[in-house]
């Protein structure tokens, strides 16, 4: 077991970390711009963001499989009890969200009888769970609040990332950069 630890995430944490973010941003982004679309139209939107959401679910694993074999740098001794609570807590949260949301998605989109397709490299198999397009109806509901929820989390992360940098001046945020200033132990 590694036994090192450091203020600043690994070099493979901050690239999972930042392009998991930046795709759920954009895939947030595409699903809100097919909600005013129409028919093919807006299937071919929502073919991008389910394809894109199975993405986010295959880097998530990669980034759980990395976080099992690679040390945490520890929470700064500044952390109050509340915040090193809040930041766990919020962690915990987003690998929920990021392996449910698509999870979600891939299984209401197999209860209405719709493959995915993998920016046309390859169709995803729907889930063996036959057809009910209530029960999948039901469940694109949730996956939609669960990403709602998603990016509020998003907000609080980075105005609490925000908060460590400029207001307790402990650089927090460049635990997760790999330049900059020395985020405090």
């Known amino acids: ?28 982004r595409i699903a809100e711009s097919a909600e005013h679309l129409e028919g093919a139209e ?4 929502f073919a991008n963001h389910k394809a894109l959401g199975m993405l986010i679910l295959a880097l998530t694993l990669g980034r759980l499989a990395w976080r099992l074999t690679h040390p945490l740098p520890r929470l700064p001794e500044n952390y109050a009890k509340w915040e090193r609570v809040l930041a766990r807590a919020t962690h915990v949260i987003f690998y929920v969200l990021l392996i449910g949301l698509p999870l979600g998605g891939w299984l209401a989109s197999s209860l209405v009888d719709r493959p ?70």
């Open 1 to 28: 077991m590694i036994t090192e630890r450091r203020s600043r995430y690994s070099t493979g944490a901050m690239i999972f970390h930042w392009l998991i973010a930046i795709l759920v941003i954009v895939n947030w």
């Open 42 to 45: 807006k299937g071919a939107v």
């Open 116 to 185: 995915i397709d993998f920016f046309g490299l390859f169709t995803i198999p729907m889930l063996p769970v036959g057809t009910d397009s209530d029960l999948g109806g039901a469940i694109f509901d949730a996956h939609a609040t669960g990403g709602t929820i998603m990016i509020y989390l998003i907000v609080l992360h980075t105005l609490g990332a925000l908060k460590h940098t400029f207001i307790d001046r402990d650089l927090g945020i460049f635990r997760m950069l790999p330049f900059g200033g020395k985020a405090r132990e």
